[in-house]
C-alpha cells in the first residue's frame, strides 16, 4: 500500500503535481466526475503516460475521507526514465546492455525481488508498462532493499514499439515462456539482449512474443508446474553473466 505522505488528493493539487511534472505513478478519478476543473485535469492528462483509474466513491472513501474531491494522485517513490534516452547513454558509456522487460507483473513484492536481483547483477535497466503493472511505491522499494533507488526503471506506454526500438537498435529479444523452443541456456546472451518476463497466469501476450528473437523455458522436474517469476528472473539474468563470464562490459 501507498503511504499518505504519497499521495496528493484534490483536483486543483493533481493538476499541479502534474504540471510540475512529478512522478505520479497512477491518479484514481470517481467514475462521474463531472466540473470545469476536472476537465482542465483531463487536458493536463492529456499526452502523459500516467495511469488513470475510473473508480467508483467509496473506493477513494476507502483511501481518504479528507476533501479528495473525487481524486487522488499517487507519487512515485521513483524517477522514471525514457528507454529512448537510456539506450543512446548505455552505448555511449561503452555498456554491452542487458535490459528486462515485465510484462504485466504486478506484485509488488515479486517486482521488488527482480530489480533486487538485477541490481546485484548488474543489470542496466527495468522497463515496465504505463498500465497493467506494478506501482513503484515504497513496499517495491523496500523489497527491492533499495535497488530501485539506484537501478534505472523506464515507465513505457506502449510495449511494442519499445521492443521494435530495441530490435532496431540492435538489441536481441528474448522471451522467457512455457512455450519455448529450447533449454534458457541454449540463447545467446553475450550480446546487447532484452529479457522479456510475463505474468505469471497469463505469461507474455503473443503480441511480444512475435517480436522475440528466441523463445526459452527452464526445465522444470517437479509436479508445479512453474517458478515464481522473480525466481525464473534471477535464473536467466545469472545464466547471462556466466555467458559473458560475469563481466557485464565484455564483448
Known sequence: MFEKNEMIFGVRAVI??????KEIDKILIKKDIQSDL????????KGTVIPVQRVPIERINKITMKNHQGVIAFISSITYQKVEDLVPFLFEEGKNPVL??????TDVRNFGAIARTCECAGVDGVIIPSRNSVSVNADAVK?????LHTLPVCRESNLTQTIK???DSGFRIVGATEKGDY????????????????????GIP??????????VKIPIMGKIQSLNVSVAAGVLI???LKQRGFDNNQE
Open 238 to 240: 545469472y545464466e547471462v
Open 16 to 21: 499541479e503535481a502534474i504540471e510540475a511534472g
Open 100 to 105: 528486462v522487460l515485465l510484462d504485466g507483473i
Open 206 to 215: 503473443y503480441e511480444h512474443l512475435a517480436l522475440c528473437d528466441e523463445w
Open 38 to 45: 476536472s476537465k482542465e485535469l483531463f487536458a493536463a492528462l
Open 143 to 147: 523489497t527491492s532493499a533499495g535497488a
Open 183 to 202: 533449454d534458457y541456456t541454449k540463447a545467446d546472451y553475450k550480446n546487447p539482449v532484452c529479457i522479456i518476463m510475463g505474468a505469471e497466469d497469463t
Open 165 to 167: 526500438f530495441l530490435k
